[in-house]
């Protein structure tokens, strides 16, 4: 009871900006619910509220993001996804790998604060939003670099999903090497298929669309390693101060995971895994109108220059990347 009393407030008020921006969502799919629960929540933080609603607003941002996490794996199954997208695997590695160094050594030059690098980079290179929300809390990334790393992503997202489609027309690609490129080289899951459903309208084929989903689901297991590596390399650096893995560890990862494998051994039913993707949908929006609720946007505002810079380089090297491997591979 103790525990309800004290979040009840904060949970509710993300729980009904949420469903305004799950709404808002369904309406303007490019963009998508989680954007818009982090964009109203921003819009709301300029207000005064009462402290009342931070630690629910605070347990929010953070439990509820990893309970969504979670849910998520019960909506994938490991042998399809492994089967259909292992000819994507090399390039996958490959434009992750270009993402995650590009933002390394740009983010150095740029001077831009280490979490928002982190979240930038694998934002760029797994799966936008959803990468960034397993991360956040690995790192402990503060609220104003989980704004500001997804309102980069949201930036390219909406834009790749106009130009990619012309791009691809451009460059006289196939309905294959386009589902490729746009499942390597797009961040976010929404912004994936509103472009490959762009280029399965123009073209009469859904073949762009489908190996688009499917590769963009190989990209996302990426989730597992990547947050693994950076709760090993934080355990390590925190030595000093007598942190134990246990209390980096990201147990949610290994609780998505066995939902993961749960999931493809006993083949739930499609009705349950539509909720159950439904549900985590809605909670990732919560958590991120949390997020936002707990962000400073004038302050956002001033920092915003660099991450885009950062943002835009990673994008870039994604795509090229992406290209130049398909030509090497013959893909088209």
């Given at each position: 009871m103790s525990f309800v009393k004290k979040n009840y407030q904060g949970i509710l008020l993300s729980f009904f900006i949420a469903l305004i921006a799950t709404f808002l969502g369904q309406r303007f799919s490019i963009i998508g619910g989680p954007v818009f629960g982090i964009l109203l929540g921003l819009i709301i933080a300029l207000f005064p509220r009462k402290q009342m609603?931070?630690?629910?607003i605070a347990f929010t941002s953070k439990k509820i993001l990893q309970y969504a996490i979670v849910l998520l794996g019960f909506s994938m199954n490991l042998f399809q996804i492994f089967a259909v997208g292992s000819?994507?695997?090399?390039?996958i590695i490959t434009t992750i790998a270009t993402a995650l160094i590009v933002s390394y050594f740009i983010s150095k030059w740029l001077k831009v604060p280490t979490d928002v690098s982190i979240l930038v980079g694998v934002g760029s290179s797994?799966?936008?939003g959803s990468a960034i929300a397993a991360t956040?809390?690995?790192?402990?990334?503060?609220?104003?670099d989980i704004a500001t790393s997804i309102s980069v992503i949201f930036l390219f997202n909406v834009l790749a999903a106009f130009l990619f489609p012309i791009f691809g027309n451009i460059l006289g690609m196939n309905d294959i090497g386009f589902g490729m490129w746009a499942g390597t080289a797009i961040n976010d899951t929404s912004s994936v298929v509103a472009a490959g459903q762009t280029w399965a309208v123009s073209h009469a084929s859904d073949v762009a669309l489908n190996y688009a989903t499917i590769v963009k689901l190989t990209r996302t297991l990426a989730i597992i390693p990547i947050t693994l590596i950076l709760a090993f390399y934080r355990s390590k650096k925190s030595s000093a101060v007598s942190v134990r893995m246990s209390e980096t560890f990201p147990w949610f990862i290994l609780f998505f995971l066995l939902a993961a494998i749960f999931s493809t051994v006993f083949q739930l039913n499609?009705?349950?895994v539509d909720f159950l993707t439904t549900l985590s949908k809605f909670c990732i929006t919560m958590a991120l109108t949390a997020v936002g609720l707990n962000t400073n946007l004038v302050q956002l505002v001033k920092s915003g220059g660099k991450p885009i810079l950062l943002g835009f380089s990673c994008w870039v090297s994604i795509?090229?990347?992406s290209l130049l491997m398909q030509q090497v591979l013959g893909i088209w």
């Open positions: 609603f931070e630690p629910g000819q994507s695997l090399l390039i797994i799966c936008g956040a809390p690995v790192i402990k990334a503060k609220g104003e499609e009705n349950i795509m090229l990347v």
